[in-house]
């Protein structure tokens, strides 16, 4: 029964967008708490039992795969979502052509992340507000911590992920909590525009936008402008590298630091991880085909493609970039992407913690509520960005954990 439980939602979220139905929680200015539905407190409390009960329902051994073993909580998820791939590549360009169907599946991705993310210390002030950017208003969520520490404190500005398409402040809003908790820093967290709606580079516009915003904002907001950095996770990863790209060839000041959990680091180009990891691990091929010519429309062909579309790839250099954490899993498709980008960096004198959490599929900061190895990354990747971000420079000796992990 219990297994029911976590594959029918799913189904029935894709029909249900198909059908136009809406869920407006996390639509309003400022979004009501986290409260979860029966059914969303059954699957929680599925997955927050011990390791041994997963490893003993798998329906096959465990997955190793270059010397990395799968964590077995998400292993068993993952061999409940593969039936569903065929499900979504039939369903969600029907859905995705719809305003209610594309609403009805953001706000039910929101709540799916928030749910099996970390509770923690609550926040000493959070504030909704719009600031001005090029194209309009951009939305974003300001969060601070309770701190002793004295003087002005840091700021990270934060762009969330979901392929450019998916996902919110909202789904994020834990994750940056325990950002801003463990680092010590204030976070701005950018509601950036997603397409189809408003394709690339509009939200690489808002990314920036929010960055040149925080820097002049800064003092106002109890933060110190000479320590901004920048980060997100996925496609904000690749919003974030855009952010530091552009500084660099206006002549700007670049952030202080950047932050990169599996960062979408450029256009596929068939690694061997997009080949390994292609169903089942979280992030698909065939949503990566699904998003591209909604995101890039007219990029037919990687040539196409210049040096901030296809960073990795397309980037003449990469020199001037600030120290940099990048946070990758072991069983994702993004995997040797991401690695690759730490490996240009470090090429070209940038500092970088190239931390490998082997056990991991994509999005793993949204499992760190019963996950403990996403918990881990998650504390570790914060606690490594406060110092960096105060002295401008990593530590001298990372934290001998993901980083030794294949």
Known sequence: MRKRKLIVPLAVLFLAAAFGWSWTQFGTATPSPFVPTESEQEKLALFQQPEDWFFAHLQGPPEVIDGATLDPKLQYLAERMRPMGPWFERLMPAIFATPPGRRWVRDSIDREWTLYT????????IEDRE????????????????????????????????????????????????????????????????????????ASDDGEDAYLWAIANATALSGDPARVAVGGDSAGGH??????????????????ALLLYYPGTGLPRGDRSMRLFARGYGLDASFIDFLLPRVFPGISDHDQADALMDPLHMAASLRGFPPTIVATGGFDILRDSGRAFAARLAADGVPVADLRYGPLTHSFLQFSGVVAEAERAANETARLLGPTLRAGTLPPAPPATGAATP
């Open 118 to 125: 970390k509770i923690t210390a609550p926040m000493r002030r």
């Open 131 to 202: 600031i001005p950017g090029r194209d309009g208003p951009v939305p974003v969520r300001l969060y601070w911590p309770q701190t002793n520490e004295p003087g002005p404190l840091p700021v990270l500005v934060y762009c969330h992920g979901g392929g450019w398409l998916f996902a919110s402040v909202a789904a994020l809003d834990r994750a940056v909590r325990l950002l801003a908790n463990e680092a010590r820093v204030i976070v701005l967290s950018v509601d950036y525009r997603r397409a189809p709606e408003h394709p690339y580079p509009a």
């Open 239 to 256: 919003i974030s590298i855009n952010t530091v790209q552009r500084q660099l060839a206006a002549g700007r000041p670049v952030p202080r």
